[in-house]
């Protein structure tokens, strides 16, 4: 159980030499577990199967029910979201270079680079933190093949936009939709864009199966080789077609992604609650400005992204990400600092940066905040409130931490 000490027991904030709010870390993305019953009910059908691995029952019907969902013809279910982008970019026949933002998880990019395909960084646009089409075109060579775009926070990327740049150069369209399921753009459910979307359902994930991802796409020719290459290759018994590798999800993992699928209005509410709850605590602090989500669109509400505006806060981001992490509230910088400033990518582009201005402007303001089913309100309301009196003793603030010794 989490306990937080009352105003009358605390006197300063923990940067000011006070005792830390919370005695148990406040996590970003603390897994949910729709119901327990239900899963452990599962796990036990799967014991008495002995049906563990290799497209089980679960698995298929954790695929069936995914594709339904959101309205493809096609999911392949994988053990990460990780493979499920190696596999997806070798089977489509990517080569040379492909665009992808730098404000992404840097899995995307690893992708590519790890089968020997260069990312090439375009900028976002900095309203809705995803590519910006208008970047995207002079970054095009011969040796482009594709467009990798994210959508960032659930928000969907300008998929009209990216498409037509594709069409008209010959390119292939694909989306990293890590963390976008069960958003939608323009009421069409996110997983039927382009050539191929990613899931990911890891355990940080509104909708989790322990670990895990899936592949949705349209395409039959492409979902075949998906399935071969997600297993060695095999088409039957010892009979072995193509080449592949070993991307299959457990049944243990299709039964935790089935029991969160069926509860997944339950989680997405959770989440909302809290956004909105977050909303009306923030209102009216100087500087910081919450990352909006459209509500005529379908969203599951993941993540709080809160932009920190020095000038007018009177503290940078990263003086709030210390504030918050002394009270063990441990909000996070996303995608701090950017693909493009992490290795092997700031050693092979160091010039990079040069043409990602809002990717670096925006990745230094960016702040995530806790939430998902482990968030009470009371919790919410705690966090706000820290948020709240560091800008009112902002000067204080700047001063204690100045004298913290350097990590």
């Known amino acids: 159980m989490r306990t937080r000490l009352t105003v009358s027991q605390r006197n300063s904030l923990a940067v000011l030499g006070g005792m830390p709010v919370f005695d148990q870390p406040l996590h970003v993305g603390r897994p949910n577990i729709a119901s327990r019953e239900l899963f452990l009910a599962r796990v036990g059908q799967m014991l008495d199967r002995r049906w563990l691995s290799n497209n089980g029952p679960l698995v298929q019907e954790f695929e069936r029910r995914i594709a339904e969902f959101i309205g493809v013809k096609h999911c392949i279910c994988v053990c990460n979201a990780t493979i499920g982008l190696e596999i997806v970019i070798r089977a489509a026949g990517l080569k040379g270079e492909v665009i992808v933002p730098s404000f992404t998880f840097i899995a995307t990019a690893h992708a590519l680079q790890w089968q020997e395909i260069t990312p090439v960084f375009a900028d976002i646009d900095p309203a809705t933190h995803n590519l910006d089409p208008a970047r995207i075109e002079r970054h095009i060579t011969p040796r482009t093949t594709a467009i990798l775009g994210t959508h960032v926070w659930g928000r969907p990327c300008p998929v009209e936009s990216l498409a037509e740049i594709a069409q008209r150069r010959g390119l292939k369209l694909m989306f990293d939709a890590a963390p976008a399921f069960g958003c939608s753009d323009r009421g069409r459910m996110i997983g039927g864009f382009g050539l191929a979307e990613v899931f990911s359902f890891h355990a940080t ?10 592949i949705t796409t349209n395409n039959d020719e492409l979902a075949a080789k998906i399935r071969l290459m997600t297993n060695f290759g095999f088409s039957g018994y010892d009979n072995v077609i193509y080449i592949g590798t070993n991307g299959k999800m457990t049944e243990v993992s299709a039964a935790m992604g089935l029991t969160n699928l069926e509860g997944i209005d339950g989680l997405i509410a959770a989440n909302r609650h809290n956004y909105e709850a977050y909303q009306a605590g923030l209102a009216g602090i100087p500087g910081l400005s919450l990352v909006p989500y459209d509500s005529a669109e379908r969203g599951n509400y993941q993540y709080v992204v809160v932009e920190v505006d020095e000038a007018t806060a009177g503290l940078t981001r990263d003086d709030l990400i210390k504030v918050l992490h002394a009270e063990k509230i441990l909000a996070r910088k996303y995608f701090w600092p950017g693909c493009h400033r992490m290795e092997p990518y700031r050693s092979l582009y160091p010039y990079a940066g040069m043409f990602l201005p809002e990717t670096e402007r925006v990745a230094a303001r960016v702040m995530i905040l806790p939430t998902g089913t482990a968030m ?19 000067a204080a603030v700047r001063l204690a931490l100045a004298s913290q010794p350097t990590p």
């Open 376 to 394: 009470s309100a009371a919790d919410i309301a705690t966090v706000c409130d820290i948020l709240r009196t560091s800008m009112a003793h902002a």
């Open 205 to 214: 994930k509104f909708l989790n199966s322990f670990e895990g991802g899936a």
